[in-house]
């Protein structure tokens, strides 16, 4: 049996980009162009009608842009948006970026005419984030004073390695105040269960945070407005470095960097090769370089293949991450399709470092958290709203 083509909806003032994205779409049986529209208030009128399951929308846009549009669309019709911008000015990047923060869930560079030679990589890449985008899950916040912003309470789960045979904390849930989900693809089926345990306090001994020196962050679709949640909460005055692995789009890197840097409390830069993490810095690896460490604790480019996909790659970090800080590592593994960084974080596992895996129910997509955990690799399985009130709890308060 057939299954239905993926109902898209382009939102694209530029006649040019959407004969473009006609062809590029039209290519593949998969995914059916449902309706076009020029600005965000005709894309508004058109979302009822059509019933689209993915927005491909433009960043600068008449009467009505890209950011207005996104937030219109998270509160009347909540569905997943791709961000498509042909912009690296800072100024635009940083509107991208805004955008992922008002719920779209990924960015796209938009194809231009002149750059058509290399069609077949772009197509692949815009119909692959499309699929995903199809069966992520999508989170809305009623409009309300950010003070009064409700925001999810999962107690965590821990898992201890496997040779105590005991859990340490029971997995309490409650309802989440606004979240519509949509059906995430079949092959990525929930990790089975944890069992429940018996006390409702943070664990203490599950894994030592008194030595951890260094914190790796791995994440893909949704990652973004993961990492946005975690590294805002961090103070000036954070005690380690943090190396953050990201899958984007090429040429969105450095709008990233700055984005998180214009909302963090903390410097956020491209780790400069040769040069040593230093303490309360959060750091990226370049487009297109794996990062390492050498013998001294120096970051390292490779340019070696992509693994598990991708380069840079999470599981390439994670590894070198744990052949150099051992127990005082902590790896923590965010929202993603596939597994890059789940066998890194097994890796970490083993040397003795302390591993947090994001929970499903927080998870735009729950693929390498997912694979993490099916590896018994995460310790702590937490939603995204909890990993940093851990942080600051075990790497500030009670080194105190």
């Given at each position: 049996?057939?299954?239905?083509?993926?109902?898209?909806?382009?939102?694209?003032?530029?006649?040019?980009?959407?004969?473009?994205?006609?062809?590029?779409?039209?290519?593949?049986?998969?995914?059916?162009?449902?309706?076009?529209?020029?600005?965000?208030?005709?894309?508004l009128?058109?979302?009822?009608?059509?019933?689209?399951?993915?927005?491909?929308?433009?960043?600068?846009?008449?009467?009505?842009?890209?950011?207005?549009?996104?937030?219109?669309?998270?509160?009347?019709?909540?569905?997943?948006?791709?961000?498509?911008?042909?912009?690296?000015?800072?100024?635009?990047?940083?509107?991208?970026?805004?955008?992922?923060?008002?719920?779209?869930?990924?960015?796209?560079?938009?194809?231009?005419?002149?750059?058509?030679?290399?069609?077949?990589?772009?197509?692949?890449?815009?119909?692959?984030?499309?699929?995903?985008?199809?069966?992520?899950?999508?989170?809305?916040?009623?409009?309300r004073?950010?003070?009064?912003?409700?925001?999810?309470?999962?107690?965590?789960?821990?898992?201890?390695?496997?040779?105590?045979?005991?859990?340490?904390?029971?997995?309490?849930?409650?309802v989440?105040?606004?979240?519509?989900?949509?059906k995430?693809?079949?092959?990525?089926?929930p990790?089975?269960?944890?069992?429940?345990?018996?006390?409702?306090?943070?664990?203490?001994?599950?894994?030592?945070?008194?030595?951890?020196?260094?914190?790796?962050?791995?994440?893909?679709?949704?990652?973004?407005?993961?990492?946005?949640?975690?590294?805002?909460?961090?103070?000036?005055?954070?005690?380690?470095?943090?190396?953050?692995?990201?899958?984007?789009?090429?040429?969105?890197?450095?709008?990233?960097?700055?984005?998180?840097?214009?909302e963090?409390?903390?410097?956020?830069?491209?780790?400069?090769?040769?040069?040593?993490?230093?303490?309360?810095?959060?750091?990226?690896?370049?487009?297109?370089?794996?990062?390492?460490f050498?013998s001294?604790?120096?970051?390292?480019?490779?340019?070696?293949?992509?693994?598990?996909?991708?380069?840079?790659?999470?599981?390439?970090?994670?590894?070198?991450?744990?052949?150099?800080?051992?127990?005082?590592?902590?790896?923590?593994?965010?929202?993603?399709?596939?597994?890059?960084?789940?066998?890194?974080?097994?890796?970490?596992?083993?040397?003795?470092?302390i591993?947090?895996?994001?929970?499903?129910?927080?998870?735009?997509?729950?693929?390498?958290?997912?694979?993490?955990?099916?590896?018994?690799?995460?310790?702590?399985?937490?939603?995204?709203?909890?990993?940093?009130?851990?942080?600051?709890?075990?790497?500030?308060?009670?080194?105190?």
């Amino acid at each position: 049996m057939n299954k239905k083509p993926i109902r898209v909806l382009l939102v694209e003032d530029s006649p040019v980009a959407l004969m473009i994205f006609k062809r590029l779409l039209g290519s593949t049986p998969e995914i059916e162009i449902v309706g076009t529209a020029k600005t965000g208030i005709e894309g508004l009128e058109l979302i009822p009608q059509v019933h689209p399951q993915v927005i491909c929308t433009d960043l600068n846009m008449p009467k009505m842009d890209g950011l207005e549009f996104t937030k219109e669309v998270m509160a009347k019709f909540p569905c997943p948006i791709l961000v498509v911008s042909s912009s690296v000015q800072a100024e635009d990047t940083l509107t991208v970026f805004n955008l992922l923060k008002a719920g779209a869930v990924d960015v796209f560079p938009k194809p231009r005419q002149g750059v058509m030679g290399n069609f077949d990589a772009i197509r692949h890449e815009l119909i692959s984030k499309i699929k995903v985008l199809a069966g992520v899950t999508v989170f809305t916040l009623h409009r309300r004073g950010a003070a009064n912003r409700e925001t999810q309470r999962v107690s965590p789960r821990v898992v201890p390695p496997k040779n105590t045979g005991k859990i340490l904390i029971p997995e309490q849930k409650r309802v989440d105040p606004v979240v519509q989900t949509v059906k995430i693809p079949a092959s990525y089926s929930p990790a089975p269960p944890v069992p429940a345990a018996l006390s409702p306090n943070l664990p203490t001994g599950a894994g030592s945070f008194q030595g951890v020196k260094i914190v790796a962050i791995g994440a893909s679709t949704g990652g973004p407005q993961a990492l946005h949640t975690i590294l805002c909460q961090l103070p000036p005055k954070f005690p380690v470095p943090v190396i953050c692995v990201q899958h984007i789009s090429e040429g969105f890197l450095k709008g990233l960097v700055d984005w998180l840097g214009s909302e963090c409390q903390l410097p956020v830069k491209i780790a400069p090769a040769g040069e040593r993490p230093e303490p309360g810095i959060i750091y990226f690896p370049p487009e297109q370089k794996h990062l390492e460490f050498d013998s001294q604790g120096r970051f390292l480019y490779s340019s070696m293949g992509p693994v598990s996909g991708h380069r840079p790659s999470v599981t390439v970090t994670f590894n070198a991450v744990a052949k150099f800080y051992r127990r005082a590592a902590l790896g923590i593994l965010l929202t993603g399709m596939g597994r890059d960084g789940a066998d890194g974080m097994l890796e970490l596992f083993k040397q003795g470092g302390i591993t947090i895996a994001q929970n499903e129910s927080s998870c735009v997509v729950f693929g390498m958290p997912r694979e993490a955990i099916a590896l018994s690799a995460a310790q702590y399985i937490l939603p995204i709203s909890e990993i940093a009130p851990l942080l600051l709890k075990r790497l500030m308060s009670d080194r105190h």
